[in-house]
């Protein structure tokens, strides 16, 4: 197991799972809201194509949660 | 370097291709987006050895172009090859309906992905619905890994047609019994003319709306099923956004090939779903036949087999339509373009102004223009407008960023 951070919150993850998953496994279930109507989203199609998951990972914006393989002391954000 | 083939796709089709292409010596590249091998069918498979396979993962392939010696496969490097095969696969197509956007709503293949190849549980009470056979491996993984599945909702009633493919395919036939099986085992109710056509909740979702559905999917009888999660598939989208980059000929929404997956453009071969959602074992034949095409006569074995495989799918396509009714299921204000947050409403009012079409709809209104670009709420939009869902071209097949197009002009004016 390896350890990231959602928003300063210790999160447990398998090798190689993604963070969309491990924050999903660990009940949190939406990470950023919508521009328009602040409405909570997380995964949906959880295979890359729907672009609901996005997520900052280490400054970097608009990463695709179920995509991006965690990493130990990854710092992950809205 | 310059490879003889390259594959993009690394699922069950592009692997098999890739593998019987080193066999037989050619140079081969197989590129993939995900960080492992296997796609979506085999995501939680062991990782295969491919030796002789220059395996390029996490590599998201945006657009490929004609160059002189063959094909230039962008994605954050360049790949170039004299031959691409095309086995990008699918994606769960989705229908929207109130409170399909709340967290806790999954795609089917979503929730099977999680399972697999993320090793989780996607919820602790979940509802599986949506429409094709598909739905049953689902409930059953779901099941297997500790999901209270409380019912399984398919919304077509399979037809005579459905029975007497399964007939001729005595391993498929089997194959939907075992699934059959378990579900009786764990007394998960499998009802068919059935839909969830809402989901419920605050933040997430608590509850879904259940409705019997006339056979045109119109809904009636309605009843509230708890659950944290709901699985919704219904069928799959071909992803066929590199095969129209390079003009090949489409039929409604998959590329068309000979019976070797040779496609109109010359030097560009397809296999697997992009060529019409059949499932894995057709994709496995179908790679292998592809490699075949380049270097000699497929065996006559494989080219039965492909074609009854094929026969099976299209059989399974006639049974488990979608039906028009879904739009009843919606209220002005459920989002249609879960991007751009669009309702049903803002579809509605651009049509009253004259857009009947979904390109005029998505100008005026802004479904399909952002980050999914379109592909989880084209097919809704085109029924809106009365039209056939159609595969729109796309001159990025990913949204990428500026660096990774400066970065692209660098290394075309090395």
Redesign the interface.
């Known amino acids: 197991m390896i350890e990231f951070r959602f928003e300063g919150r210790a999160i447990a993850a398998?090798e190689?799972?993604?963070i969309g998953?491990?924050l999903?496994?660990a009940g949190i279930?939406?990470w950023r809201t919508?521009?328009?109507?602040g409405?909570?989203?997380?995964?949906?199609?959880?295979?890359?194509?729907?672009?609901?998951c996005?997520l900052t990972v280490n400054g970097a914006p608009?990463q695709r949660a179920?995509?991006t393989?965690a990493r130990a002391g990854d710092e992950v954000g809205p | 370097m310059s490879y003889d083939l390259a594959v993009v796709g690394a699922g069950p089709a592009g692997l098999t291709a890739a593998r019987v292409a080193a066999k037989r010596g050619l140079r081969v590249a197989l590129i993939d987006?995900?960080?492992?091998t296997g796609g979506?069918f085999l995501r939680g498979a062991a990782q295969p050895r491919l030796t002789g396979v220059d395996v390029k993962l996490g590599q998201r392939v945006w657009a490929v172009e004609r160059s002189s010696g063959g094909f230039e496969i962008h994605a954050s490097t360049t790949t170039t090859a004299a031959i691409l095969l095309v086995a990008t696969g699918a994606?769960?197509k989705?229908i929207p309906f109130p409170g399909w956007?709340?967290?806790?709503?999954?795609?089917a293949?979503?929730?099977q992905?999680?399972v697999k190849?993320?090793?989780?549980?996607?919820g602790a009470e979940m509802v599986v619905a949506g429409t094709g056979p598909f739905l049953l491996p689902v409930a059953v993984t779901l099941l297997e890994a500790g999901v209270r599945v409380k019912e399984v909702l398919e919304a077509n009633r399979p037809a005579p047609r459905m029975a007497a493919a399964l007939a001729r395919i005595p391993s498929k036939a089997a194959e939907a019994l075992g699934y059959a099986r378990r579900l009786a085992e764990a007394r998960v109710p499998y009802r068919t003319g059935h839909a969830v056509v809402a989901a419920h909740g605050e933040?997430?979702v608590e509850g879904v709306t259940v409705a019997r559905l006339t056979p045109g999917w119109r809904p009636y009888a309605w009843r509230t099923v708890d659950c944290d999660t709901v699985a919704v598939g219904y069928g799959f989208t071909p992803q066929v956004d590199l095969p129209l980059q390079l003009g090949c000929a489409l039929t409604g929404d998959h590329v068309v090939t000979d019976d070797r997956q040779r496609t109109s453009v010359e030097g560009v071969l397809a296999a697997g779903e992009v060529t019409g959602v059949a499932g894995a074992p057709s994709a496995v034949v179908e790679g292998a036949l592809a490699v075949h095409s380049l270097v000699g006569e497929p065996p006559p074995r494989l080219l039965a087999e492909k074609a009854r495989l094929r026969r099976f799918a299209r059989a399974l396509d006639l049974s488990y339509p979608v039906r028009d009714g879904w739009r009843d299921w919606l209220t002005p204000d459920t989002v249609v373009c879960?991007?751009e947050?669009v309702t049903l409403r803002a579809i509605d009012e651009a049509r009253d102004l004259g857009a009947h079409d979904p390109r005029t709809l998505k100008l005026l209104a802004r479904p399909g223009m952002?980050?999914?670009q379109g592909?989880?709420c084209g097919h809704a939009v085109a029924r809106l407008t009365g039209h056939e869902p159609a595969p729109q071209k796309r001159p990025f097949a990913q949204?990428i960023t500026l660096a990774d197009l400066t970065l692209h002009d660098r290394e075309d004016n090395a």
Do not use: K, N
């Not at chain 1, 919508?34 to 109507?37: D, S, V």
């Not at chain 2, 987006?33 to 492992?36: H, M, P, Q, V």
């Not at chain 2, 956007?101 to 795609?107: A, F, R």
């Not at chain 2, 190849?117 to 996607?122: A, N, S, T, V």
């Open positions: 398998e190689g799972q993604s998953a491990a999903h496994a279930r939406s919508t521009r328009f109507g409405r909570p989203r997380g995964l949906f199609c959880a295979i890359g194509a729907c672009f609901d996005l608009d179920c995509q393989v | 987006a995900y960080a492992r979506q994606h769960d989705v956007d709340l967290p806790g709503v999954l795609t293949g979503g929730a992905a999680l190849g993320e090793r989780i549980r996607p933040d997430s879960r991007c947050e952002g980050w999914c592909r989880m949204p």
